[in-house]
């Protein structure tokens, strides 16, 4: 199979005390936690 190239952007956040906060939830909460966090776009 050929390689292709793509366009991509990727967007990094460093989310103030969110490493604090995965040491103390759950795998699954914290999966809860950051998609609700990541899903509402701040204007």
């Known amino acids: ?4 190239r793509k366009l991509v952007t990727v967007l990094f956040a460093d989310v ?3 490493t604090a906060l995965s040491a103390e939830l759950d ?3 914290r999966r809860t936690w950051w ?3 990541t899903s509402t776009p701040v204007r």
């Open 1 to 4: 199979m050929p390689e292709e």
């Open 16 to 18: 103030t005390g969110s």
């Open 27 to 29: 795998p699954e909460d």
């Open 35 to 37: 998609a609700a966090t």
